[in-house]
């Protein structure tokens, strides 16, 4: 897409069953799992964003076979571990990737050298950095932690690491590193964070033990774990679904399937949040798919009614943030978010996007930025809906983007966003699966 912006406006209904693209999370750990394991790892669903794409180069990079056989279906062929890229190894916009392949490449004698687009060489790598340091890595970076960067691995040591914020790619960073460190590695979790990384390790063949400890989880991997090519089966990605279903929570006369979505507990924070604001949501044709629970959900336009999310909640919603923000500005009440730390790193920085994309468009929204919690007052009241109006600035972050495109589907006034090429880094096709339940979206 090259459209310098994109204007959303409101129409009828919106109405049908789609499915939704693959899972991120999942897709970026299938490549690398699979191009570090020995033999073919065959994957099926693979998310063929920006972000995942940059994953399979760097993993061909590293001396994996990776080929496309067709829409979503990729074969790897790892070779038992990674040898030294020829080139830097590019991340684009892909926070995951980039930290997960930097734990992944940690495990071995080599310096590679690792960069990213502008929204990522400002974000903190600090945090995995230090567990890297600490099981023998060295690196040499700019000032605060951030890329270009370059690692020199090899010779790790155990580590028994306990995470200083929820953030699972932090955990999966040092499990991949500790495949190759003398001693495996530990990793405390004082929250649950997404498990993508333990159940797929599971799946390649490593003996991965989860403890659950004190309301959170110790996570064990063991030394001298071998990993065996598999074949892996993508789930529909949560996070990218939460969009279509509130575009139809707020859109009068609206009814949208989604199919085959992921229902992993550790991801599905904001189905719980949508219930207790009211949400017509339901939940069916729940299966297991390749190890993970997936389900077709179907969302109706609803009166929505404003919560207190409870802080507890935010690792398993915490992508979700910007689009409840949205749901909560159409709802009747105020909906009261607490425990938005990690909003500030994402691609952009979420929590100050959200209050001024939400300003903008007419929304009142409290804010304590210290206290990193945030109040949305819901604009619910008969024929009169969220102004909207507003040209938001995205930053170049495809969920800003995609958030503020389906407030203005149900705004008073159109509602543009820039930078709308970024929303292929995680949901390719997301305008035309739009359009094609019934929106109105336009590139002017
Ligand atoms: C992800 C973890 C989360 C999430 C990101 C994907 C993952 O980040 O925001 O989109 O796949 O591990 P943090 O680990 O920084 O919380």
């Known amino acids: 897409m090259t459209a310098a912006h994109l204007t959303a406006r409101r129409a009828g209904p919106l109405k049908g069953t789609v499915r939704t693209p ?28 920006d972000d995942i794409k940059r994953t399979a180069a760097a993993m061909a990079a590293f001396g994996a076979g990776v080929e496309r056989l067709g829409e979503g279906k990729w074969r790897v062929e790892g070779r038992g571990g990674f040898s030294e890229p020829a080139d830097v190894i590019d991340c684009g916009n892909a926070g995951t990737g980039v930290r997960l392949i930097m734990g992944a490449a940690a495990g071995f004698d080599m310096a590679v050298t690792f960069t990213g687009d502008a929204s990522l060489r400002g974000r903190p790598m600090n945090r995995v950095l230090k567990p890297l340091g600490q099981m023998g890595a060295t690196w040499l970076c700019r ?15 155990h580590i028994a690491y306990r995470l200083p914020e929820p953030s699972a790619q932090v955990k999966s960073a040092v499990l991949l590193a500790g495949l190759h460190a003398a001693g495996g590695a530990e990793v405390i979790e004082p929250e649950a964070t997404r498990d993508h990384t333990e159940r797929m390790l599971r799946a390649f063949g490593a003996e991965v033990e989860v ?29 990218s679904a939460a969009f279509l279903l509130v575009a139809a929570l707020v859109t009068p006369g609206s009814e949208v399937t989604v199919q085959g979505m992921l229902l992993n ?17 339901s939940v069916t044709n729940v299966r297991d798919e390749g190890g993970e629970t997936v389900a077709d959900i179907t969302a109706r336009h609803s009166e929505l009614e404003g919560v207190e999310v409870p802080p507890e909640r935010a690792p398993s919603m915490i992508d979700e943030y910007p689009i409840l923000a949205v749901a909560a500005a159409f709802a009747k009440g105020r909906t009261v978010m607490r425990g938005l730390d990690e909003l500030f790193v994402k691609e952009s920085d979420r929590y100050a996007l959200m209050l001024r994309g939400l300003r903008a468009c007419g929304v009142a929204v409290e804010d304590d930025r210290t206290a990193a919690m945030m109040t949305v ?24 983007a995609m958030s503020h495109l389906v407030l203005g589907l149900a705004a008073e006034q159109p509602v543009r966003v820039d930078e709308p090429g970024m929303i292929a880094t995680s949901f390719p096709g997301f305008v035309d699966l739009m359009r094609g339940l019934g929106a109105e979206i336009g590139e002017a």
């Open 22 to 49: 693959g899972d991120k999370s999942i897709s970026h750990r299938a490549l690398i799992l699979g191009a570090l394991a020995t033999g073919v790892t065959e994957i099926e669903g693979l998310l063929e964003g």
């Open 143 to 157: 000032a605060g932690g951030t890329l270009p960067l370059t690692l020199k691995g090899g010779n790790l040591n």
């Open 211 to 239: 403890r659950e400890e004190d309301g959170g989880r110790r996570i064990i991997l063991g030394p001298g774990q071998r990993l065996t090519g598999t074949k892996i089966h993508v789930p529909g990605d949560p996070s």
């Open 265 to 281: 507990p550790l991801r599905i924070g904001l189905l719980d949040t949508l219930g207790e604001m009211g949400a017509d949501l």
């Open 377 to 400: 007052v819901g604009t619910a009241r008969a024929n009169h809906p969220v102004a909207g109006g507003a040209a938001v600035t995205t930053h170049g972050d495809h969920r800003i």
